[in-house]
């Protein structure tokens, strides 16, 4: 079984409480973000903590800034390509903000959030995409997903990931429906 309550199987599964209903509405899209905490720092555990409500401000100046934002996504693929969820594919995540994707408004509403662990200034692992293609098929095959983006697509006034270095190819070369480059 792929799928249980909206949460993939070969998913570690760290719920967050940051999370709504979903309207009744279709999952149709995906969202492609970049996180690194504290910024361009990988592997110190504080995207977890940040999604679970229990950042540890006083560790650095930057999360300080932040911890007091209640966000989410729905999954993480962090640079070694551990795949983890925090919320259910049947909830609404906190990880697309003030959005639109043609002409819908809300995004969160009707899409999926995928954090990968980096930053728009270097590329990639291929231990993340070795875990990201799947669950993009999983995700496709489960849900009527017709788009997948980068939140610097819904969100273009203030958001830039998942950045330049994202390998979109990769994607459409097996047959994933990216709605831009």
């Not at 934002?69 to 609404?92: A, D, M, N, P």
Request: hydrophobic share 40%; net charge negative.
């Amino acid at each position: 079984m792929t799928w249980h309550n909206g949460f993939y199987a070969a998913a570690q599964p760290i719920p967050s409480p940051n999370h709504a209903p979903r309207p009744d509405v279709a999952v149709s899209l995906i969202v492609l973000h970049n996180i690194s905490l504290p910024p361009f720092e990988y592997g110190t555990g504080a995207i977890d903590d940040l999604f679970l409500n229990r950042l540890a401000a006083a560790t650095h100046p930057f999360l300080r800034s932040i911890a007091d934002l209640r966000v989410s996504s729905h999954f993480l693929i962090e640079r070694s390509g551990c795949l983890k969820q925090y919320v259910s594919c049947e909830r609404s995540a906190y990880h697309a903000g003030m959005s639109a994707f043609r002409g819908r408004e809300r995004c969160n509403d009707f899409s999926v959030g995928i954090e990968l662990e980096g930053c728009d200034f270097e590329p990639f692992t291929d231990a993340q995409y070795a875990a990201l293609l799947p669950l993009l098929h999983a995700l496709c095959r489960h849900y009527p997903i017709d788009a997948i983006c980068g939140h610097s697509d819904i969100a273009p006034q203030r958001k830039t990931d998942p950045g330049h270095f994202f390998e979109w190819k990769r994607l459409r070369e097996v047959g994933l429906p990216v709605a831009s480059d």
